[in-house]
């Protein structure tokens, strides 16, 4: 595969996320994006962790477009990373090339489509997420 994909003139950043506590994990530290207190969609979202992580997201987009027009930018992650990816992708400021989310969701999704930058309506988006996902529901609604 390696000879049909030219990958070239591209480059990949992969960021880490911070260790924090989880809530859902009994407050162990781990590697996360923003804290999670249960897996029901009901429950209360980590709006300031989210959104921390998105402008993270953002800063790192500012970075790359210092040397890279932002259409030729794509954003993506899995599980946490993927939401972020996700949200940040929708609500960035500038035209992307793409966003990638695998077994993911939207989150805060009641605050769409009114938070959506209107330079990403038309954005590429592809999501890719198994039917035997046991933490994150698979659904189209």
Not at 93 to 98: A, E, M, P, V
Not at 114 to 123: E, F, L, M, V, Y
């Amino acid at each position: 595969m390696g000879e049909d994909l030219n990958v070239d003139n591209v480059k990949f950043v992969c960021p880490t996320a911070s260790t924090i506590p989880v809530t859902i994990n009994m407050g162990m530290r781990m590697p996360a994006w923003y804290d999670i207190t249960s897996l029901s969609e009901f429950d209360k979202e980590d709006k300031t962790g989210i959104m921390r992580s998105v402008q993270h997201v953002h800063q790192l987009i500012a970075d790359e477009e210092k040397s890279v027009p932002s259409d030729k930018i794509f954003v993506g992650g899995f599980s946490q990373g993927g939401a972020v990816a996700l949200y940040a992708g929708l609500t960035y400021k500038k035209q992307l090339g793409g966003i990638i989310g695998l077994s993911c969701y939207l989150p805060l999704n009641s605050e769409f489509p009114a938070s959506a930058a209107a330079q990403n309506s038309t954005t590429p988006v592809i999501m890719c997420h198994g039917k035997a996902d046991v933490v994150v529901d698979f659904r189209l609604d």
